[in-house]
Each structure stands twice: as C-alpha cells, then as structure tokens.
C-alpha cells in the first residue's frame, strides 16, 4: 500500500535528489581528466582495470542494499539485462577511445545526444510515443552534432567523434534493453557489464598482446575511475533520482557535459574549435528545451 508524503518531506527528498544527481554528474565529469592522465595504458588496458574497480564496488553495494546476490539479480533480468550489458560495454569502449583521439569537449558533447537516440529507438523498438517536442529537439541537435564534425581545427578527428556517437548509441541501447526488459533498476546490468567487460577487455588484451600489469599510475587512475567516477556516480544517480522528474535529470545532465571540459582546460590546458562551441551549444539549447518543454505537474513522491 502507499500513501502521499507530507509537502516538507518531497521538498527534503527533492534536495537530496538533486545534490545525489549533481554530485553523480560532478563525479562522471572528470573521466576526461582521467583519460589525459593516463600515461600509457590502451583503451583495453583502462577498460579492464576500471572494470575490475567497478565491479568490486557494486557488487558491495547491491548485496548491501538488497541483501541478495548480484548474480542472481543478473539473472532475473533475463536476455533483456545481457543485452543491456554488452551495449555498455560497447559505450564504454566507444567512450575512452574517442577520449583518447578527439577533444573531451567534442566527446563529452556527442555523448549528450544519448537521450535522443534513445527516444527514436524507443519509438522504433517498443512503438513508445515521442512528443512533438522532442522531436524537434532531435532535429536541433542533428544540426549541432553536424556543425561539430565540420571542426576543421584539428582538436577534433572523425575516428574519435564517430566512436564518441557509437558510445551514445550505446548508452542509448542500454537504456531500451531496460525498458524492453520492464527493469527500473540500473545496478544489477551495470554490474553485468563490469563482468563481460572484464573477460572481453582481457581477451582482447591476451590477442594483442599488451601487457596485464601497467604502470602505477595508470592502474591507480584506472581503478579509482571504476569506483569512484562510475560506480560511485551510478549509485549517486540511482539514489537521487528516484525523487526528481525526468524533465530535471536531463537539465541536471548538463552538468556533468559542461564540467567535463573544463576540468581538462584548468588543469591540462586543453582548448576546443569555434565549431564544436557553436555546434555544442546548438547541442545544449536542445537538450535543454527537450527538458522544459517536457515538464509537466509534478506528482506527489510515493513512499513505499
């Protein structure tokens, strides 16, 4: 049975909302600056340690919160959650190496088109309703991301934008496989993810040949990076937004777009071309009035 909470009580949860959200968004800005200072480590190195780091917390953190197995949960989730997993596999993969070749600017940009492309493959797939507004904002941002290939300033290259969309392609896949699967719970595919990512990234390690142990360095930053920037965050956002409409996530996304960039500026001095400014703000214009234009009356939180 549930019942409406007191007015105080939703604008408490709201806050806490909101800081779980915007502080999950601060933490997965600064996978960039991650990226930059990883000295010499492959994309499948970087994958493998922060998998290892990922995997170990949440699994931690699932048996804690729900007192059971995370590989029973995985199983529960069916073809759905396998699926979902190896499409962030692939996003992850996308994700570092277009970090590794283009500007985190450009590469952190592309990613936000995520939400669009999940809502033309929802459309697609699942026969889910797009609003009007939504679809003008994929048209928008069809015209930024285009303006942002057309970078001829050379802190973008085509190899690393086009894995920077295929990662948000990815993402975008992810999030469909849970809809499809009627999963609203993120952690236990995420965890999966961590587990596939781990045997794919060692095997591809394995047929190239790199070495397992890396430096210090990178193994330290690559590890942090799977605890603290991903799963940490993950567990943040799966906290917080629980008590925020989906019209602020999106806005609160923003964050973590806008952040990314500039972590790498002030601290490594990196810079980005005229077109990915103009075309990244043509980017953020949509994603912000997909957002505002999706709100509607907020309903009362639920308590269980």
């Known amino acids: 049975m549930t019942t409406s909470l007191p007015a105080q009580d939703i604008n408490d949860s709201r806050r806490r909302g909101f800081v779980f959200v915007f502080a999950a968004g601060l933490l997965w800005s600064t996978v960039g600056l991650g990226i930059r200072l ?15 780091g990922l995997t170990a917390l949440l699994y931690i953190v699932i048996r804690w919160r729900t007192g059971k197995d995370p590989f029973v949960l995985v199983r529960r989730a069916g073809i759905a959650g396998v699926i979902a997993a190896l499409s962030l596999v692939c996003a992850y993969t996308g994700a570092i190496y277009s970090m590794q070749t283009t500007s985190v600017a450009n590469a952190m940009l592309l990613f936000a088109v995520s939400p669009f492309l999940a809502a033309v493959l929802g459309w697609v797939f699942l026969r889910e309703r797009v609003r009007i507004g939504t679809w003008v904002a994929v048209v928008v941002a069809i015209a930024g991301v285009s303006v942002m290939f057309a970078d001829k300033s050379g802190a973008v290259s085509v190899p690393g934008s086009l894995a920077a969309f295929a990662s948000a392609l990815g993402f975008a896949c992810f999030t469909v496989a849970l809809r499809s699967g009627k999963s609203v719970e993120m952690m236990p595919s995420v965890f999966l993810s961590g587990v596939f990512a781990i045997f794919i990234m060692g095997g591809m390690c394995l047929a190239l040949k790199l070495p397992l142990v890396l430096t210090p360095q990178d193994s330290g930053i ?11 965050g993950l567990v943040l956002f799966t ?10 996530l999106a806005l609160l996304s923003l964050a973590e777009v806008v952040l990314a960039p500039l972590w790498v500026w002030m601290f490594l001095g990196e810079t980005v071309g005229a077109n990915t400014l103009i075309g990244g703000g043509i980017l953020l214009v949509a ?3 997909n957002a505002l234009s999706g709100i509607r009356r907020k309903p009362p939180i639920i308590s269980p």
Do not use: C, K, N, T
């Open 222 to 232: 690559a590890l942090a990076m799977g605890v603290f920037q991903v799963g940490a």
């Open 38 to 52: 990883i000295e010499e480590a492959s994309v499948w190195q970087i994958l493998l340690y922060r998998s290892f």
């Open 239 to 248: 906290l917080g937004s629980r008590s925020l409409p989906a019209a602020d």
């Open 287 to 289: 994603i912000a009035g």
